[in-house]
């Protein structure tokens, strides 16, 4: 049975509440811990997930930002161009998603903490910068709050780009680490996370929302002090500054010496497989008596969550694993207790995230799914009936 | 006895992998020569194209960064908003800056960004086999205008500096020539005041450098330098644009 480990939170089964309270799946519990440990210092807003990434964002010390108007993330450079000018930031209106994920590149070259964001289609046009960025080994903070698709699609909420967030996204054998918010908090503290990895690894870090997460507003705590200088100037002895006092530096994803590219290649595989080791993350719920388990994440793990609880004040063992981390992907929150567990893998797209799972799972369980897209969006009901058709 | 020639402290000292007769050598040496003349080496951060000069920055002795094809100029432009006390310039030929980088090139321009341009217009791309490029002049053969190139299916040659020069961000615009060695120092003359442009806060400075390429354009050397004068300058005629 799996515990508490050091990526994931397990919560057990120790029953509901009266009213039908169960511990809220939604915040990192090593972040929500520190945060109750200086509430005096903590103020609560009343905000967007939009806004919220971009709070998060400025307190994680961020001093450069380039965007492109698209909804449903358009509260997002609102928010930046408020708020970024003045005290060494940059922002930047782009005059395309092409050239601002290019700016980013360049801004991050330069050493700075670097963001772009936009939705879905606009994360397409942005993939041939995200992939020279992953070649180039570039940091960079990219937010993605997903809208229905393929095409100019709609702007209503969806989770259908999981395949090209987390497969890579561009050309190339690359990945980017892909966080998952499910909550207002959530997405302020994984903003400042993201660029915290982002900067330990040197890799592009996306962050996955949805238009429904983008657009909910919600109360969250944040620091009243001033955003956090302290991570904002770490030394990058690789960025570029003049080369005084030093050889030149120079950033590039180029390798055109025979074997050059093949070694580029395989160094980041190396980088992959620590962050595969060290950065998964997941949340688990009531998976000690669970028979059947709901795999979702983001705004679709709200949703299979209020499901878990009524079945479970119905007298159902239901359980439930929230990936937060799509990629690396939380394998280890897999391990069935017996053959008998079954899972049920719950998207706002058509089985993208299922494979993953089926993956993670490799036989040892049967796995169903439940999706919809397009604007279509699995309800309580909808996910309560399949629970009673497949338990 | 003074040195009065030799190789600047900007360039490695590297043979280069351009064919002969190649513009690039000449123009890669006249931005390291201004560079060391101005004092600015340890400061400069120059942007290689996607294209021939791809690895300039394995002949420029200062900080370097690639960019994707045609996003130079966006690269740039972050680069300096980040670290404004650097002079950043980019390097990028016709089909980069006038053609997939077009969009980037007339909004950093418009934006007026402290930034210079150098612009090198050998009418082709020149990496990929000699096609047809946004300045391929009309009748001019390529890879891909077997029968030269026709206005009614290609269009005219782009004249992206006379554009650009329309734009109110834009402080300088000048067109040089590498055919012969008096126009050389006119380029190199411009290529100076381009980045002394940058260097007081002027603004957006580009020069457009009319290359030969005598590979792609069948010539000779010899050839392709009587080219540009018979020929090339007068579609894209030399001088201040602005």
């Keep these: ?391 | 006895m003074e040195r009065i020639f030799c190789r600047p402290e900007s360039l490695y000292d590297v043979p280069t992998h351009y064919c002969p007769g190649c513009g690039h050598g000449i123009a890669h040496r006249l931005v390291a020569e201004i560079i060391d003349q101005l004092g600015i080496r340890e400061r400069s951060i120059g942007i290689a194209p996607v294209g021939c000069a791809v690895v300039a920055y394995n002949y420029w002795k200062f900080d370097c960064s690639e960019a994707a094809h045609g996003r130079a100029l966006a690269v740039a432009t972050a680069i300096k908003r980040v670290r404004p006390q650097n002079i950043v310039f980019t390097y990028q030929g016709d089909g980069d800056l006038a053609a997939i980088g077009t969009n980037e090139t007339v909004h950093a321009a418009n934006r007026g960004e402290n930034l210079t341009v150098i612009f090198i217009n050998n009418a082709v791309y020149g990496m990929t086999g000699g096609q047809m490029a946004p300045t391929t002049l009309l009748g001019q053969k390529t890879s891909t205008t077997l029968d030269g190139r026709d206005r009614g299916k290609h269009g005219y040659p782009l004249k992206i500096s006379e554009m650009l020069a329309l734009l109110s961000g834009v402080h300088y615009i000048e067109r040089v020539s590498l055919h012969n060695p008096q126009e050389v120092l006119k380029a190199k003359a411009a290529i100076r005041q381009a980045f002394e442009n940058q260097i007081n806060n002027a603004g957006f400075s580009l020069v457009e450098i009319l290359s030969p390429c005598p590979t792609c354009w069948g010539l000779s050397p010899k050839e392709s330098l009587d080219w540009i004068r018979d020929h090339m300058q007068k579609e894209f005629p030399l001088g201040r644009i602005k």
């Design chain 1, 1 to 391: 049975m799996l515990q508490q480990g050091q990526q994931g939170t397990v919560i057990p089964y120790k029953g509901l509440s009266p009213n039908g309270d169960c511990p809220l799946l939604s915040l990192l519990s090593e972040v929500s811990m520190a945060r109750e440990k200086r509430q005096k210092e903590l103020t609560k807003i009343l905000i967007t997930g939009n806004e919220a990434i971009a709070a998060g964002a400025l307190a994680a010390g961020c001093n450069f930002y380039a965007g492109y108007p698209i909804t449903p993330q358009n509260e997002l450079i609102a928010y930046m161009a408020k708020y970024m000018p003045g005290n060494g930031r940059v922002f930047i209106q782009a005059e395309s998603e092409l050239a601002a994920i290019n700016m980013v590149f360049g801004a991050s070259a330069a050493g700075a903490r670097a963001m772009t964001s936009s939705s879905s289609p606009g994360i397409s046009l942005k993939q041939e910068g995200i992939s020279y960025m992953a070649g180039a080994d570039l940091p960079a903070v990219i937010v993605n709050i997903m809208r229905g698709g393929p095409g100019l699609g709609n702007i209503a909420p969806a989770q259908s780009d999981y395949f090209q967030a987390t497969r890579g996204g561009g050309h190339g054998d690359y990945h980017t680490i892909v966080l998952a918010p499910a909550c207002v908090q959530e997405a302020y503290d994984l903003a400042q996370r993201s660029f915290d990895l982002a900067d330990k690894y040197r890799i592009p870090v996306m962050i996955l929302g949805d238009g429904i997460l983008g657009q909910m507003m919600e109360p969250i705590l944040i620091s009243c002090k001033a955003p956090a200088a302290r991570r904002q100037n770490k030394q990058k002895p690789w960025a570029l500054s003049g080369c005084k006092g030093r050889k030149p530096n120079i950033i590039k994803s180029f390798a055109l010496a025979e074997g050059a590219l093949e070694q580029l290649n395989l160094k980041l595989q190396q980088k992959y497989n620590i962050i595969k080791n060290k950065e998964t993350r997941f949340e688990g719920l009531f998976l000690d008596d669970a028979k059947i388990v709901l795999v979702a994440y983001g705004t679709m793990a709200r949703i299979a969550k209020s499901s878990l609880t009524r079945m479970r004040l119905a007298g159902e063992r239901i359980g439930m694993i929230r990936p937060i981390s799509l990629w690396p992907f939380p394998k280890q929150a897999f391990c069935p207790r017996n053959k008998k567990i079954k899972y049920l893998v719950i998207e706002m797209s058509y089985g993208q995230m299922l494979e993953a799972v089926q993956l993670a799972l490799n036989g040892r369980a049967q796995v169903e799914f439940l999706g919809r897209s397009g604007g279509g969006v699995p309800s309580e009901e909808e996910i309560i009936n399949k629970v009673r058709k497949i338990l």
